[in-house]
């Protein structure tokens, strides 16, 4: 949620900025621009972690299966988690970037954005600012489902663990 927040962040100090083509403007413009760099680092780097995190447990879960002799089962819905995630995760990278590159053809003081006039009859900075609101949401809406996802392989990784220590106390072997 820190990720989101300075995402968040970085949005309230772009509706901040009265005229970005006044030269006072200027600070606030970058301001919002690094916010908004540091927010699409942070909010990547999260969706890296939880992804790592299916692929530790999904690797974990499949030797556990194979040396104890598990059924597939409790692999397989792990599998289908981590796989069902990697959309919203690859989507709001997707965002995050078009959200970035739209802001950056926005500032009338840049080289990039001065020759942009819009598209789909919306001006930049309107186009900006409606990509960001749906970017914080669909960001939102990933989050809430990598926790789901999460949670739910928690206690995939739960069950296993006590058939594990099941078979284990069944063979007299330590727990």
Same mark, same amino acid.
């Given at each position: 949620?820190?990720?989101?927040?300075?995402?968040?962040? *970085? #949005?309230? @100090?772009? +509706?901040?900025?009265?005229?970005?083509? !006044?030269?006072?403007?200027?600070? /606030?413009?970058?301001?919002?621009?690094?916010?908004?760099?540091?927010?699409?680092?942070?909010?990547?780097?999260?969706?890296?972690?939880?992804?790592?995190?299916?692929?530790?447990?999904?690797?974990?879960?499949?030797?556990?299966?194979?040396?104890?002799?598990?059924?597939?089962?409790?692999?397989?819905?792990?599998?289908?988690?981590?796989?069902?995630?990697?959309?919203?995760?690859?989507? *709001? #990278?997707? @965002?995050? +970037?078009?959200?970035?590159?739209?802001? !950056?053809?926005?500032?009338?003081? /840049?080289?990039?954005?001065?020759?942009?006039?819009?598209?789909?009859?919306?001006?930049?900075?309107?186009?900006?600012?409606?990509?960001?609101?749906?970017?914080?949401?669909?960001?939102?809406?990933?989050?809430?489902?990598?926790?789901?996802?999460?949670?739910?392989?928690?206690?995939?990784?739960?069950?296993?663990?006590?058939?594990?220590?099941?078979?284990?106390?069944?063979?007299?072997? *330590?727990?």
């Amino acid at each position: 949620m820190a990720a989101t927040a300075i995402l968040a962040f *970085a #949005f309230f @100090l772009g +509706l901040g900025i009265d005229d970005p083509k !006044a030269h006072e403007a200027q600070s /606030s413009v970058s301001n919002h621009m690094l916010c908004g760099v540091g927010a699409l680092i942070c909010v990547t780097l999260v969706h890296a972690i939880v992804f790592t995190y299916f692929m530790g447990t999904g690797r974990w879960l499949e030797e556990t299966s194979r040396a104890y002799h598990l059924k597939e089962d409790w692999y397989a819905t792990s599998k289908k988690l981590k796989y069902r995630v990697l959309p919203g995760i690859t989507g *709001a #990278f997707l @965002l995050l +970037l078009i959200t970035m590159i739209f802001g !950056a053809l926005a500032d009338p003081a /840049s080289s990039t954005g001065s020759g942009f006039k819009g598209l789909a009859g919306l001006p930049p900075d309107t186009l900006h600012l409606t990509l960001a609101i749906v970017t914080i949401t669909a960001n939102l809406l990933v989050n809430l489902h990598e926790f789901r996802s999460i949670e739910r392989n928690g206690e995939v990784i739960e069950e296993v663990m006590n058939e594990v220590r099941r078979i284990r106390t069944e063979r007299g072997l *330590a727990v």
